[in-house]
């Protein structure tokens, strides 16, 4: 396997890791439910990570505006549009223009909401819109 390939995978492994502990950071958020709600209200969250970058940025209303690469999970395309984002994330480290690898929650489909964002590389973004049998960069030795 190529160094860059190994590379992929970690990451890929590493963010799986992230996307798991999400929804205990939103079930741990939120306050108790009594006891006869709590088996009623089983929630089954949707998660999928994107990669893109900020088109806009709106902290007081806790918007976010990405173009993001192709999404397997939902069967999204290339596309610009609004996320709102959870109360538990910190989005003052962002700004427009900035590359983002995030999760966002679709179980809503009209209201996508980013339950984790993270500043990314320009380089991981391109990796998400080519393929892996397309090698821009090409070849890293073994």
Same mark, same amino acid.
């Given at each position: 396997?190529? =160094? ?11 963010? /799986? ?15 108790? @439910? ?5 088996? /009623? ?6 998660? /999928? ?12 209303? =806790?918007?976010? #505006?990405?173009?993001?690469?192709? $999404? ?13 984002? /959870? ?7 962002? @700004? ?18 980013? $339950?984790?964002? =993270? ?7 391109? #990796? @998400? ?14």
């Amino acid at each position: 396997m190529k =160094r860059g390939g190994k590379i992929r995978m970690i990451k890929k492994a590493v963010f /799986a890791g992230m996307i798991a502990l999400v929804p205990l950071g939103l079930v741990s958020c939120a306050p108790a @439910a009594p006891a006869s709600q709590e088996k /009623a209200a089983k929630v089954e969250y949707k998660l /999928a990570p994107a990669f893109g970058s900020i088109l806009a940025l709106d902290t007081a209303n =806790r918007k976010i #505006e990405i173009t993001h690469a192709p $999404v397997a999970e939902t069967d999204w395309p290339i596309m610009q549009m609004p996320f709102s984002v /959870a109360h538990h994330v910190d989005m003052s480290g962002f @700004a427009v223009g900035d590359p983002v690898e995030f999760v966002f929650d679709y179980t809503n489909d009209d209201v996508p909401e980013i $339950v984790a964002i =993270r500043r990314a590389s320009a380089r991981e973004v391109i #990796e @998400a819109l080519i393929p892996e049998s397309e090698d821009p960069f090409g070849s890293e030795p073994d």
